[in-house]
């Protein structure tokens, strides 16, 4: 835990001096604020002694009192601009770090690790870390030069009320030390208990189905309440540590004010008051010595919260080195072979190696066929070339080059895969196909949909490839839905193909049309076709049979 906490004050620092150019913009804007408001000030002290002593207004000091209480808020307009930017910035710059990291370190690093705790990192820790941008690092300077430039002026009014100010000054940071050490505490728990609800929900909304079927809704419902109050108690700490930092702040303040009013009603009250307008202006002047302390007693807790949200984000895996884009075009110049050696994955120590030492090769522009029955490892070997899971042990090639050198955006493009239920969005039949290539035109997701046979029901639907159709495919067929995975396939004309029981689930006369579109897919391309159906296999008299995770047979695959 002492270690996580040193990379994320040290992730802290390091992005403090990122935005130090917006943090000195903010804080001169806000400090010119401050001048002007000294200059009001001392305008309404001179108006106000007038009035006391001769009962007329002073139109001039009141015009001046309003100039500075102008230029004040322009500047208070100005700073809040740029604290916005800088922290638009700052979220924008996080916010792609992060998706690079997480993009960059693929699923087979990331296995295990929940969607929903993901999305709290890229999404609600980096919300958290704004303040950090917006508040803290302006607040940090202005906490300073605010109080230091108030209290000279003051000193050279009048010394011992200045001492005064600069004495009550002093005890704001023991009362925010002794806040702040539960701020971070109770910040880190609060993100830990967001995680747990956002991962629960995700969790039950998916399979909310299964859920009313075994007559668990309310039980889950009661479990989702539990967690959801646990965020809220969780929550009401955070506040109250923040209200104890702000509760000191102004007793601090108030005891100043208080000696102040107390040193100058005893002078006014023997008559030894020297001057009237100093006196106001002193007063008047207080409250924005402190003004800046508080704002950084409240950006204090936005800094325990980007601590607290730094240890996820600094957690997070580094950018590995870029790969040349040469070598990623040699791998995939002439076709490519892929080849297993003595390959051994286990998802479960308990359970046995789901592979085991399996060998074989994949020769460039043929269709292997892979079988064996459920549990056999065929899914296991896809997700290895897909990328998902790295093996315990051997190596796996693409014309001799490791797939673990490969980085995964390269993998990526390498590879197309079509599954027994593809991933279907609630948009046009048009944009699910374009998921597979976002920068294709119109006539190559026209081209992809024929080679597919997608037109042959399309065409027959209201509004062509542009018919919107529902989450996971309603409104289709499996059929249908299974041409649109092959019409992915085709657009993205990737050297790689992947089938994993793509006719699963389907009857024979849908099987043979689909398998029709695979024949054509399959030209030219290296093709691993993991299925069952007795159909598939006349695709290729290249065979790997799997039995328990070990290869017991090939033919033509060797």
Not at 121 to 127: A, C, G, L, P, S
Not at 148 to 173: E, S
Not at 350 to 378: E, H, M, N, W, Y
Not at 416 to 439: C, D, H, T, Y
Request: contains cysteine; neutral net charge; proline residues 4%.
């Amino acid at each position: 835990m002492d270690t996580t906490k040193t990379v994320a004050r040290q992730w802290v620092r390091a992005q403090t001096k990122e935005s130090h150019g917006f943090t000195a913009i903010v804080a001169a804007c806000s400090l010119a604020g401050a001048a002007a408001s000294l200059v009001g000030a001392w305008c309404a002290a001179q108006a106000l002694a007038l009035a006391l002593a001769t009962r007329e207004l002073s139109l001039g000091y009141l015009g001046g009192f309003l100039a500075a209480a102008l230029v004040q808020a322009g500047c208070a307009i100005l700073a809040e601009r740029f604290a916005f930017d800088a922290g638009a910035a700052a979220r924008r710059r996080l916010r792609s770090d992060a998706m690079a990291r997480l993009l960059a370190a693929g699923p087979a690093m990331l296995r295990g690790a929940h969607s929903g705790t993901l999305a709290s990192v890229v999404i609600d820790r980096i919300e958290a870390v704004d303040g950090l941008f917006v508040r803290w690092l302006p607040a940090a300077m202005l906490a300073l030069a605010v109080p230091a430039m108030v209290a000279a002026v003051v000193l050279t009014l009048d010394p011992v009320a200045g001492a005064i100010l600069i004495g009550a000054g002093l005890l704001v940071p023991f009362a925010m030390a002794l806040s702040g050490l539960g701020a971070a505490a109770a910040a880190r728990s609060q993100f830990a208990a967001m995680a747990r609800l956002q991962t629960r929900f995700l969790d039950r909304v998916s399979g909310i189905a299964t859920i009313v079927l075994a007559g668990r809704a309310e039980a889950e419902a009661q479990a989702l309440a539990r967690a959801a109050d646990e965020l809220r108690q969780r929550t009401m700490r955070v506040l109250r540590v923040a209200f104890l930092s702000s509760a000191g702040l102004d007793c601090a303040a108030a005891v100043a004010l208080i000696a102040i009013a107390l040193r100058y009603g005893g002078q006014y009250a023997d008559g030894s008051l020297a001057s009237i307008p100093a006196a106001l202006f002193v007063l008047l002047a207080s409250p924005q010595f402190f003004a800046p302390l508080r704002a950084f007693a409240a950006a204090y807790q936005e800094r325990m919260h980007a601590t607290a949200a730094a240890e996820a984000l600094a957690e997070l895996p580094p950018l590995p080195p870029q790969t040349p884009p040469l070598e990623v075009r040699n791998v995939a110049a002439h076709g490519i072979t892929i080849d297993f050696y003595d390959v051994s994955l286990s998802w479960d120590a308990t359970r046995g190696k789901a592979l085991d030492g399996v060998s074989f090769r994949i020769p460039a522009g043929q269709v292997v066929i892979l079988a064996g029955p459920s549990g056999a490892g065929k899914t296991s070997i896809i997700e290895i070339l897909l990328g998902f899971v790295r093996p315990d042990s051997g190596r796996v090639t693409f014309n001799g080059a490791d797939i673990a050198t490969l980085v995964p955006q390269a993998l990526a493009r390498l590879t197309a895969w079509v599954g027994q239920r593809p991933m279907l969005f609630a948009a046009s039949i048009a944009e699910n196909i374009r998921f597979a290539k976002p920068e294709a035109t119109d006539d190559e997701v026209d081209a992809a949909a024929e080679a597919a046979r997608v037109m042959d029901f399309a065409i027959l639907l209201p509004q062509g490839l542009e018919t919107v159709i529902g989450e996971g495919g309603y409104g289709l067929s499996g059929g249908q839905a299974q041409r649109i995975a092959i019409a992915r396939a085709f657009l993205k004309d990737a050297p790689i193909l992947l089938l994993d029981e793509p006719t699963a689930h389907l009857d024979p006369v849908t099987e043979a049309d689909v398998l029709e579109s695979l024949k054509r897919l399959c030209a030219g391309r290296t093709t691993l076709l993991a299925s069952h159906a007795t159909a598939a296999h006349a695709f290729s008299s290249r065979r790997v049979d799997l039995r328990g995770g070990r290869v017991v047979g090939t033919r033509g695959a060797t």
